[in-house]
């Protein structure tokens, strides 16, 4: 028999599939089924060793029935197996099954009375191919109006709203483990309701109040509403000395240990949310005053540089 696929991609082909099919249907979490269960791999060794196993016997069998064949038999084999595929009685019997067509030869058997200026016509039946799946539509349709729309389980929606829960408890246990993606270069601003809500929920959780008071106006820690700041001001300042701690204060310890960059981010957009707040009984205003810089005020700095720069150059061509 003529092999349509060789062995060396039939074997591969066949193991594949197998071991997909395990790997899918066992459970074994983030490790693949045959790490985390050995005695998957060793059926999987068997299992490929039992299909070299029989294409060497298949291989072996053929060449020894080959060799008991007479010369007229060969010679027949041969012709047979030279066939293109299309040309092969599988093929032929295959392609009769789905389509039920007529030869040529057989047309008069199905031709009707109909005649349209010499062009006749043929009462070719529907190809069953066909035929099965437009049953299989209709069942279908059967068992979706009554799964649907008399029994009512659950509808298409609330299908929807599970799943969008369940991957909503993905996202929230991968964010858990999830490298943060807040750090000094991007931390920005957060002004919404929500973020500043949070902030402030942290604030009280970590007893910031023991040294700044609840409304932030200081105590053993400086007055965090004004605008003078020991280690500067700004969201990037603030995330900074909450994260790493205060050069200038050794009881400012650093929290990046025990508060993650996001929350980070909120505390300190709870805490400049509160600027200008003046709360009862502030502390003296301690460090520099702080004025934020605008892109005006970078874009003017740049400018003064530059001036700076060539004058510099300028008087220094003149005096040579």
Not at 27 to 53: N, R, T
Not at 87 to 107: C, P
Not at 110 to 128: A, S
Not at 156 to 174: F, N, R, V
């Amino acid at each position: 028999m003529k092999n349509i696929i060789p062995s060396y991609v039939r074997v591969p082909v066949i193991f594949a599939t197998v071991f997909a099919g395990m790997e899918y249907f066992i459970d074994s979490g983030e490790k693949p089924a045959f790490m985390e269960y050995p005695m998957v791999a060793v059926f999987l060794f068997v299992f490929l060793f039992l299909l070299i196993a029989i294409e060497i016997v298949i291989s072996a069998v053929d060449k020894v029935t080959y060799q008991l064949l007479n010369e007229e038999q060969k010679k027949q084999l041969e012709e047979a197996q030279s066939l293109p595929f299309k040309e092969s009685t599988f093929y032929k019997n295959m392609m009769k099954k789905l389509t039920r067509s007529k030869a040529i030869e057989q047309e008069a058997d199905v031709m009707l009375d109909h005649n349209y200026d010499g062009i006749k016509e043929l009462d070719n039946v529907l190809p069953p191919w066909w035929v099965y799946l437009f049953y299989g539509c209709i069942v279908f349709a059967i068992v979706y109006l009554v799964r649907f729309h008399i029994v009512g389980d659950y509808t298409q929606k609330e299908e929807y709203e599970m799943a969008m829960l369940e991957a909503q408890k993905e996202h929230e246990a991968y964010l858990k483990n999830a490298p943060d993606p807040v750090n000094l270069e991007n931390v920005i601003l957060m002004t919404d309701a929500a973020s500043i809500a949070e902030g402030k929920k942290i604030f009280t959780d970590n007893n910031c109040a023991s040294c700044h008071k609840e409304n932030l106006e200081g105590n053993i820690g400086p007055n965090l509403t004004d605008a003078y700041w020991i280690n500067g001001g700004g969201i990037q300042n603030i995330f900074k000395v909450i994260s790493e701690g205060s050069p200038k204060n050794s009881v400012m310890a650093p929290w990046k240990e025990v508060i993650k960059p996001t929350d980070i981010q909120k505390l300190a957009s709870y805490i400049l949310s509160l600027q200008g707040s003046n709360p009862v009984n502030a502390k003296a205003p301690e460090g520099e005053l702080w004025v934020e810089k605008t892109a005006n005020d970078t874009v003017e700095n740049t400018t003064e540089e530059l001036t700076e720069a060539v004058t510099k150059v300028t008087d220094s061509i003149v005096a040579e």
